[in-house]
């Protein structure tokens, strides 16, 4: 069936230094979505990519959707404390209808 | 508005019991979802819903039944409670195939 792969599982990183996690799908996907889940929270919604090639940005957070649409990656600049949480990709279930297929999250520990 | 909430927030059960878990939403969402999160697994799809009166598996079904007689609302029963089942429970519902909004969570612990 389809997977969806993370790396890495966990990075500790001292405030102020860069965050990258990488995503990568074992079909190709119709289009990638991004959550965010804080300690003892729930996934909040990020941003969602749909075309190959593509970059967005969201203030410190760069994502990006790769060619071949089988990889994304999301890259945090200048890391803060706030930015501690667990961090999901998700694409489109090759078997179900509607549903998302998640990997299995990067947690983010900063260190002020 | 609310969003999505779920009731309860915590529960304990023990082995062999019965409960049901309520998820509500107040966003005319048409679909609506039940995962289950352990730690190091991610999130893991148990049923979904794509209207009212429609219920599908998802990637890890057994144990678990749902119904949506309503649209604002989702329904996780558990028959016969398994230490397994141990987990947090997360609801979710979407406009068609876009972002996801997800519950505050269950925390669920079977003895």
């Known amino acids: 069936g389809q997977q969806v792969m993370q790396i890495p599982q966990y990075q500790h990183v001292q405030e102020g230094e860069d965050f990258t996690t990488y995503c990568n799908s074992s079909t190709t996907l119709s289009n990638i979505q991004w959550y965010k889940q804080r300690p003892g929270g729930h996934p909040v919604f990020l941003i969602q990519l749909v075309k190959s090639g593509e970059v967005k940005k969201q203030k410190r957070l760069t994502f990006q959707f790769g060619e071949a649409k089988k990889n994304s990656s999301l890259h945090i600049t200048a890391t803060q404390t706030t930015d501690v949480g667990t961090y999901f990709c998700a694409g489109p279930s090759s078997s179900g209808y509607s549903t998302l297929t998640f990997g299995k999250g990067t947690m983010l520990l900063v260190s002020p | 508005n609310a969003g999505v909430t779920q009731t309860p927030k915590f529960r304990v059960l023990k082995t062999g019991q019965s409960m049901t878990l309520l998820c509500a939403q107040d966003?005319?969402?048409?679909?609506m979802y039940w995962y289950r999160q352990d730690p190091g697994m991610g999130l893991r799809l148990i049923h979904y819903s794509v209207g009212e009166g429609t219920t599908a598996k998802g990637e890890v079904p057994d144990g678990y039944n749902v119904s949506r007689l309503k649209k604002q609302n989702f329904l996780l029963g558990l028959e016969s409670a398994a230490p397994s089942q141990t987990s947090v429970y997360f609801c979710?519902?979407?406009?068609?195939?876009?972002?996801?909004?997800f519950g505050p969570g269950t925390r669920l612990t079977v003895t």
């Open positions: 966003m005319n969402h048409e679909y």
């Open positions: 979710a519902s979407s406009y068609q195939r876009y972002e996801q909004y």
